[in-house]
């Protein structure tokens, strides 16, 4: 849910910032990443803030993981990919409404790759698997497989 709240958050943010700021003075060639790493990071603490506030069992669970979302190129590469498929739409209404679906959807796969990918590591663990494909390789082959199956939505 947290990587979700950030991406979504985030591709909000950052096309307000790139509309608004960077496109019109000139700087969206040299500042963009920049500023959408700082939106970022700004939005982790927040969530983490709130989080120690309002579930401290939860985010001592967490631990470090929660710190680790500044630093996912996923919410990253989400902000650069509205940027470069939305920003130049006439409307700002339309322009800041599919970046920010495409923030919700983003993260709701991305949060199903992971439980997949969760699934097929657990499972795996119990299966005959090689001795030379045990661990990382198997892995990555599973990897490259959910990836395959999940260019069929492309």
């Known amino acids: 849910m947290a ?5 979504t958050l985030a591709s909000i943010a950052t096309m307000l910032i790139y ?19 700082v939106v970022i990071a700004g939005l982790v603490q927040f ?28 919410v990253l590469g ?11 739409k006439k409307s700002f209404i339309h322009c800041l409404g599919m970046s920010t679906v495409n923030g919700i959807f983003a993260g709701v796969g991305f949060t199903l790759a992971m439980v997949l990918m969760a699934g097929i590591r657990e499972r795996l663990e119990t299966a005959p698997v090689p001795h030379a494909l045990k661990g990382i390789p198997v892995a990555f082959v599973a990897a490259g497989c959910m990836a395959l199956a999940f260019l069929g939505f492309a």
């Open 3 to 7: 990587v979700i709240f950030v991406m």
């Open 19 to 37: 509309r608004c700021i960077l496109k019109p003075f000139g700087m969206d060639m040299y500042l963009d990443i920049v500023s959408f790493i």
């Open 47 to 74: 969530v983490e803030m709130a989080m120690k506030k309002l579930a401290p069992a939860l985010y001592k669970a967490l631990g470090v993981y929660l710190p680790l979302i500044t630093t996912n190129c996923a």
């Open 78 to 88: 989400v902000t650069q990919l509205n940027v470069v498929q939305f920003a130049d």
